[in-house]
């Protein structure tokens, strides 16, 4: 696919102090070369609507503007033969199966080193799936445990809108729910208002009964501090 023109690499991230490291890292790779570089989600989309052209993009998760999950599934759907390869600082169950459903062909922590990093990045471009090590460890253990449904409860939302909204189920209200997270008021205020817009939700009380028949809010809040 690549041949002698090398890898051409897409970088989707919302630090810039990253962005800057990879970038550089990738670039003293030989055959690997970082074409363009986008600071959220609408910066890649706009990227993606011209004719960009790269073989693997690089997908934080949790965008500034938006979730990496749902770029990944949008630009997929546009351009089934892109490659993603998801760099994030999570490793939760959840999101590393709502990333391949997305479709992303590899996932790796932020913290993988560099030799980890150049080994995904060619496998992913060669049509390859690749997890880092730890990943990889997670995954088979939830895959072997049995014990949780690998479907994901509402994968249009980021691990933190989901954590939100489960806390909404449970009848916590903002101040209790910044509480328990430790997040201001306002954060939770505008993070609800994003879950709701996302599921297409009239109000608070449309998001509990939709959040616990998806199985969220299991426990009820023993407090509402």
């Given amino acids: 696919m690549n041949g002698s023109r090398g890898v051409r690499v897409t970088l989707v991230d ?6 800057i490291g990879m970038a550089a890292l990738l670039d003293s790779l030989e055959g690997v070369t970082v074409v363009a570089q986008a600071a959220g989600a609408a910066a890649a989309r ?23 999950i749902d770029v990944t599934r949008d630009l997929l759907r546009a351009r089934p033969e892109l490659k993603v390869l998801v760099v994030t600082m999570r490793e939760d169950d959840d999101a590393v199966v709502a990333a ?5 062909r590899g996932y790796l922590v932020k913290s993988s080193p560099p030799d980890a990093v150049e080994r995904a990045v ?5 049509g390859e799936m690749i997890l880092s090590p730890t990943v990889a460890e997670r995954a088979m253990a ?4 049995g014990q949780r449904a690998a479907r994901l409860p509402f994968p249009q939302l980021t691990g933190r809108e989901r954590e939100v909204l489960d806390l909404v189920a449970r009848g916590l209200d903002n101040t209790a729910i910044a509480h328990r997270l430790s997040l201001s008021p306002k954060t939770v ?9 996302k599921l297409s939700l009239r109000d608070r009380s449309t998001a509990i009964v939709t959040a616990r028949a998806e199985g969220l809010g299991g426990h009820e809040a023993d407090d509402h501090r």
Wanted: net charge negative; hydrophobic share 45%; glycine share 12%.
């Fill in 100 to 104: 391949v459903r997305a479709g992303a």
């Fill in 46 to 68: 706009d990227l993606f609507a011209g004719n960009h052209e790269t073989d693997v993009v690089l997908m934080d998760l949790d965008l500034g503007d938006g979730s990496g």
């Fill in 14 to 19: 919302d630090h810039p102090v990253f962005r």
């Fill in 189 to 197: 205020r505008n993070t609800v208002a994003t879950v709701l817009a």
């Fill in 142 to 145: 939830y895959v072997l445990g």
């Fill in 122 to 126: 060619r496998a992913v471009a060669q």
